[in-house]
């Protein structure tokens, strides 16, 4: 089982990225995909959740609708676009996968998701 995530880096406030989450080795198609983020001296939070079935997402309040979650089946790749970008969206972020929509729309810290990938940085200066 393998979740990669991809696309970080260094930018200033207010531009956008893209990161990738490549899976294998699991059912992509009947998992839920989502994305966690983890800054420096915080506990780690839920960002976004894409559902299996008919791609229903779940995005925390506090995005203000910068970010957008989306899934590809067919590359078992699930993506997160964000905007808008600020300073604090400065984290490593994570994707996560699990059969359970439940789980992962509810829990704020992914607590419980099956798999985890390694996460990749992103850092937004002022």
């Known amino acids: 089982v393998q979740l990669q995530a991809s696309g970080g880096g260094l930018l200033q406030t207010g531009g956008s990225l893209r990161l990738s989450c490549a899976a294998s080795?699991?059912?992509?198609?009947?998992?839920?995909i989502g994305w966690f983020r983890q800054a420096p001296g915080k506990e780690r939070e839920r960002v976004a959740c894409i559902r299996a079935s008919d791609n229903t997402t779940s995005y925390a309040d506090s995005l203000e609708g910068r970010f957008t979650i989306s899934r590809d089946n067919f590359k078992s790749t699930a993506y997160l676009q964000m905007n808008s970008l600020k300073p604090e969206d400065t984290a490593v972020y994570y994707c996560?996968?699990?059969?359970?929509?439940?789980?992962?729309?509810?829990?704020?810290?992914?607590?419980?998701?099956?798999?985890w990938g390694k996460g990749t940085q992103v850092t937004v200066s002022s």
């Open positions: 080795g699991f059912n992509f198609r009947e998992s839920s």
């Open positions: 996560a996968a699990d059969t359970l929509w439940r789980l992962c729309r509810t829990s704020t810290k992914g607590h419980g998701m099956d798999y």
